[in-house]
């Protein structure tokens, strides 16, 4: 078995890629900026992270798809474009087959929609009136 080592190109592509959820991402112009080809960027990335370069775009962007719908009040249009991606019911599908259930389903397993606290209530505050109606307020 080989040991592998940690190259920073590759690290700085995943702390990039973390940064950049929303964002689209092309591989190619990503291995650029590292300065590598994108076949050896690929080769790179698989060794270090075992997973390819897209997959591992993908479940980065699945896995906070789930932190946000499970934990923030976002609608799913919001939590999917957070996440980068354009097409609910494409967004739909790869968090159901990721995730095993549909976003909404994934909300509701976390305890429903989150409700915010009912703001207290407010009475509204009248200025005193004075007893002569032509005599102004000091």
């Known amino acids: ?3 592998t080592t940690i190259d920073p190109r590759i690290t700085w592509a995943v702390a990039y890629m973390q940064t950049q ?3 689209p991402l092309n591989m ?3 291995a650029a900026r590292v300065n590598l080809s994108p076949s050896r960027f690929r080769e790179l990335f698989a060794l270090q992270t075992g997973t390819g370069p897209n997959a ?3 479940a980065l ?11 923030t009040f976002l609608s ?4 999917m474009a957070l996440v980068g991606y354009n097409d609910p019911s494409h967004f739909s599908r790869d968090v159901k ?3 095993g259930s549909a976003p909404s389903a994934l909300r509701a397993a976390a305890g429903g929609t989150l409700r915010l606290a009912k703001s207290p209530t407010h009475r509204r505050i009248r200025q005193s ?7 102004r307020c000091a």
């Open 56 to 58: 591992y775009l993908r």
């Open 61 to 71: 962007r699945l896995r906070r798809a789930r932190l946000l719908l499970e934990r």
């Open 1 to 3: 078995m080989k040991a």
């Open 21 to 23: 959820l929303a964002a």
């Open 129 to 135: 009136r004075a007893r002569d109606p032509g005599a």
């Open 97 to 99: 087959r990721f995730h």
């Open 76 to 79: 799913v249009k919001e939590v």
């Open 28 to 30: 190619a112009a990503l």
